[in-house]
């Protein structure tokens, strides 16, 4: 075993502790949203995945956590500020946390009416520049609409954070309601493929083709996927 075998093997490690200390739930989180219907069936599943990230992409989620828990602390130095709120549907296994709820505006950074619902994602340089010109991920749209419909928001604040240069970009959207169902809609019919025992199709939300973990040049969210291998096997029938 080389030192990169072992530095990737300390970083596997130390994440599959700090997993298997989280709570279990049954619930089914907004973070899912926009997300691969086939990667969210594995999960649900507890399929064992086959392709885990490297100690190169180990790091990268530790590195965006901990630049999401500074962003959180520097923000909450705001007036008007929670971070981390949490939120249930009564009726339904549906849950998730906000990472910030503004309950004051703030113009400085785009915050203009309240309540609002802040979401922090850290991204690569390659990400931050295409998000100048093509707006945020639908997957992150998604994701906080969800948030902002069950915390009553009528907005939310998405900010972006590159994780080299730490340069921002953020964007304040109306409350839409409409995508909010239709985000809670398309959970729940994976949950629902998850009950019967159903394997879906390959499917990510608000795009036309189906992702190929097979193809010559594939999604990255397939190049990045845990569970490419058994994917793969598994086809798309």
């Known amino acids: 075993m080389n030192l990169e075998d072992r530095i990737t093997d300390v970083f596997r490690i130390e994440r599959d502790l700090e997993r298997a200390g989280r709570e ?3 619930h089914w989180y907004a973070s899912g949203a926009g997300d691969c219907w086939r990667k969210r069936w594995y999960m649900s599943q507890d399929v064992e ?3 885990p990230p490297d100690g190169r992409g180990i ?12 962003i959180q602390a520097a923000i909450s130095t705001y007036p008007g500020v929670e971070v981390e709120v949490p939120w249930r549907d009564e009726m339904a296994p549906y849950g ?3 990472d910030l709820l503004f309950s004051e505006p703030i113009p400085e950074i785009g915050v203009e009416g309240a309540p609002i619902v802040g979401e922090i ?4 340089s390659y990400k931050l520049r295409l998000a100048r010109t093509g707006g945020p991920e639908w997957a992150h749209v998604l994701q906080a609409a969800v948030c902002a419909w069950y915390l009553r ?3 939310v604040w998405l900010l972006y954070v590159d994780r080299d240069s730490l340069r921002t970009l953020w964007w304040r959207r109306p409350m839409d309601n409409s995508l909010a169902r239709s985000a809670l809609a398309e959970i729940d019919q994976v949950r629902r493929l998850h009950l019967d025992g159903r394997m879906p199709h390959r499917v990510i939300p608000g795009e036309d083709e189906a ?5 010559a040049k594939p999604h990255w969210r397939c190049r990045y996927c845990a569970w490419r291998g058994r994917c793969s096997e598994d086809g798309d029938s």
Do not use: F
């Open 24 to 26: 279990r739930t049954s």
């Open 49 to 51: 995945p086959d392709s």
């Open 59 to 70: 790091l990268a989620m530790d590195v965006g956590s901990y630049i999401h828990e500074r």
């Open 96 to 98: 998730g946390r906000a």
């Open 121 to 124: 994602k850290s991204v690569g």
């Open 153 to 155: 928001a009528e907005a």
């Open 211 to 215: 992702p190929d973990p097979d193809a």
